[in-house]
């Protein structure tokens, strides 16, 4: 009769060894795949508050939005005023109100402890290029006119993500 044996201690190590590997080939692709996750994020970000900015342009172009003065761009002074929205001037009573976004989206290349709990609070986490800026050398004024990552890295493109 033959008793049913354990296994060697060969075995466990070649077992543990084989496993290591596995894993140590695993780990660099799981930190691509989470980079990759996060530049897509932020890609659709962008495109949400670009068309955003492009809606309330447009609503000020077609003379939904008080008109201030008339060397204004039309593009909104914040990003604040896409969620909270603007009276539509379209409507006799006034009383309705246009939005362009429920919430100002996170940027998910800034570290988490940089946000705010509040949903209004974030749009001070982008960086923010006026109409008279130049495309080289963003910098804030009067309107925003484009946005772009704070986030000194580098994507996986080889492009610097404040340049997306």
Do not use: C, H
């Not at 009769?1 to 780990?27: D, P």
């Amino acid at each position: 009769m033959r008793i049913g044996r354990g296994f060697t201690l060969v075995e466990l190590v070649i077992t543990l060894a084989i496993v290591a590997i596995l894993a140590s080939v695993a780990m660099p692709m799981l930190k691509v795949s989470v980079q990759r996750s996060k530049e897509a994020e932020l890609k659709a970000n962008l495109r949400q508050i670009r068309d955003a900015l492009d809606a309330y342009k447009k609503a000020y172009d077609e003379g939904r939005v008080e008109l201030k003065s008339i060397d204004k761009s039309g593009y909104p002074p914040n990003l604040d005023v896409l969620v909270n929205g603007i009276e539509d001037k379209s409507v006799p009573d006034g009383k309705k109100k246009i939005r362009f976004l429920r919430r100002i989206p996170q940027d998910p290349m800034r570290s988490r402890d940089d946000s705010s709990s509040r949903e209004n609070s974030r749009s001070d986490l982008w960086g923010l290029r006026s109409y008279a800026s130049e495309t080289d050398n963003p910098t804030a004024g009067e309107d925003v006119y484009d946005v772009y990552s704070l986030s000194p890295l580098t994507g996986t493109n080889g492009i610097p993500y404040a340049k997306w």
